[in-house]
């Protein structure tokens, strides 16, 4: 059920639009922060409109384009051809938006931050202002979080440039440099740790909530290699979300059923994401599965980009995941690989965003669930060199998905074990916007990069594969920034 009505977000998000923001700060006449937040209402409409700048669209459409998720489809004008030939430097659209946009997320909560500080609190209301500020902190965090895994070369070498760290409302004329990625991630737990003193919320799948703090440091600990964290984090999340049966799996893609989801941004009618969006761009906003179709996620719906032929094959149709993923319009041709017209005999149809409320295309995006603590534990085993126990997570999967006992994988390396935990990745997250930053983590020991099927890819005449350690897994500073701020070109990635 949804909680909140976004349809008011507009006139919320105004307001804080009408505070500072990054590029437009403390001009004469404007309202600053300090007039615009007076009241514990004032500050919980505030961090809504911060909760309205996330966005997982743009994450949705780079790693399906960018990797091994797509090819171009029957019905493609040509939307997403530079991605798709691995064409990025500091122009593309795709480093443009997640710079600005997480350094705008960041601003903004840090405005609410220092405008909360001035506003008085009366004793009924300090939980929720405590809560406030809990959801600010960790929105905060959840933006750097997301700059660093794409802009820093190596998240965990600490060394290694990351983005600027801001944490303060800059004048105009502020041009920083960039921080290391261990300053970085100190910056970002930080965060954390006041989100979790703060928060008085266990668990709401559609809020901030302590479970939410949990699973996002499942994930940094992840990220940074820490394993033995990750693994206990994951699986005590594990235990309070069970896997979702195949009945809920598939309840949960049309928004009728959260009990495998720790967290989910929601997208609902006439909120400021009901809308087709940029099609064919990494840019935010509009419907999760207009990324990959014009209408409908049908057969007659339109779909520019179909599913890649390689990672239809991983899916088992007895498996509930083929069911939620591959529409039932597709036309399927176990013949592919020989046909003269692959392009219009075998066409997969991505289903994954199918609509919800009776709006095609629109639905909730899912930032945080059970089966990715699962995966998590799995690789902190597999890193830990416990190949049986890595097995037994993806096994027990593979069971709640298949809805019976599935045969036990058996890993004969570390690499074999990092390998199946990265194909169980791709299957279970596709088309959710991991698969960039799980190849960019995990591909080099799992022997793994993006391997498009050959037939996709020469149809297209677009290389099918490129190693996980090219510099493209890593996101060049984009030139919006160098413009404003030329001192920064000489930090820019390698590669670019």
Partial sequence: MKKINKI???GLLALLMGCNDAID?????????????QSIDDLRSGVLAVY?????????????NFCDEVTIGFDSGGQGLALYNFNLNAGSVAAQNFWVRNFRVNNRATVLLEAAASVEVDA????????????????????NMEMLLYFSPDARNNDALAQPLIDFVPGLGIQPRRNTTGEIWDFIESDIDMANSLSNVNSDPFFISKDAIRAMRARIAMEKGDYPTAESLAMGLLSSYPLADRTEYADMFLDNDTSEVIWNLQRTVNDPYDGQGATGSVNAGGWAGARFAFVTATLAGSPYFEMDRGLFNLMD?????YDVNVAPTSVINPDYDTSPDPVNTDILVIQKYPGSEGKPLMNDLKVFRSSEML??????????????????LIKQLRD???GSAQMLPVYGSQAEAFAGVLDERRIELSFEGHRYKDLKRLGAAANKGIDRDPIDCGVNSAP?????????????????????NPGIAEQQNPGY
């Fill in 317 to 321: 149709p007895a498996d509930i995941r």
């Fill in 464 to 484: 099918c594969t490129l190693p996980s350690t090219d510099f493209r897994f890593t996101l060049p500073i984009p030139v919006i920034e160098i413009n404003g």
């Fill in 124 to 143: 009924a209301d300090q939980a929720d202002y405590n809560n406030i500020l809990a959801e600010t902190y960790f929105i905060r965090a959840y933006a």
């Fill in 400 to 402: 709640a998905r298949f």
């Fill in 8 to 10: 008011i977000f507009v």
């Fill in 375 to 392: 995966l998590i534990a799995a690789e902190a085993r597999a890193a830990q060199n416990n190949l049986v126990g890595a097995a037994n």
């Fill in 25 to 37: 700060i403390r001009q004469p006449g404007r309202l600053d922060a300090s007039g615009a937040f």
């Fill in 52 to 64: 309205n700048e996330l966005d997982l669209t743009p994450e949705i459409a780079f790693a399906s």
